[in-house]
């Protein structure tokens, strides 16, 4: 298994299924982003909080092995900071999905919030495949993955009810994105001020994720 592909995408957390508002992180100018810590070896991991989220029981869902995962997605919830896991949960809820969209959920603070610290809360259980990566995206698929597919190993349903492979996830010799990665949104609005986000930042004042968050999402 090949561990791990980081993709940096910027989807809303409102809205990630057509990503009106994408600017990939690396293209910003170097200047603007904070130098990274020197990380120490061994790495320490860090406590992860798990909060019992609410769920659409009336929703379809698939499950994964999590062992076909190979990339971790990044996005941004272009929401103000102070947003909380329970309010993405929520609001996935009320577009009728299962539950949070996302893997994990890391609150961000600004700067100038200085009373809050970075958390990682976990949204959808790794071994549920996630709604994150855009609708009908589809990627190239290693053999593995293919097999698990074959072998009747990812299946879709509801809760209470009958588990059935679905042959959309894969087309070819490529599978669905959301089969194969983990999301992981940070809370707050990293993106541009457009007629469609405004909340965005002005475009002479950017914000990036804290150094203190990009350690807490690599951790």
Not at 24 to 52: C, K
Not at 142 to 153: I, M, Y
Not at 183 to 191: H, K, L, S, T
């Amino acid at each position: 298994m090949k561990w791990l592909v980081i993709a940096l995408l910027s989807f809303s957390a409102w809205s990630h299924d057509d990503c009106t508002n994408c600017v990939p992180y690396l293209n910003l100018p170097g200047s603007m982003l904070p130098s990274p810590p020197i990380p120490q070896v061994p790495i320490e991991l860090i406590p992860v909080v798990r909060l019992n989220l609410a769920r659409n029981r009336r929703s379809e869902f698939c499950r994964r092995p999590i062992e076909m995962v190979d990339t971790i997605v990044l996005h941004h919830s272009e929401t103000p900071p102070d947003r909380t896991a329970i309010d993405i949960n929520r609001y996935h809820l009320e577009k009728n999905w299962y539950m949070s969209a996302y893997s994990f959920i890391v609150n961000s603070p600004y700067p100038g919030m200085s009373n809050v610290r970075p958390t990682v809360t976990e949204g959808r259980p790794l071994g549920l495949q996630g709604a994150h990566a855009g609708t009908g995206i589809y990627i190239p698929a290693t053999p593995e993955q293919l097999d698990f597919q074959k072998d009747g190993k990812i299946l879709c349903g509801r809760e209470g009810g009958r588990f059935r492979v679905d042959p959309k996830e894969v087309r070819g010799n490529t599978i669905l994105a959301n089969a194969t990665t983990i999301g992981v949104v940070i809370i707050g609005n990293y993106a541009p001020y457009s007629s469609k986000n405004r909340m965005g930042f002005p475009p002479d004042a950017p914000i990036v994720p804290s150094v203190q968050t990009q350690d807490m999402i690599a951790r």
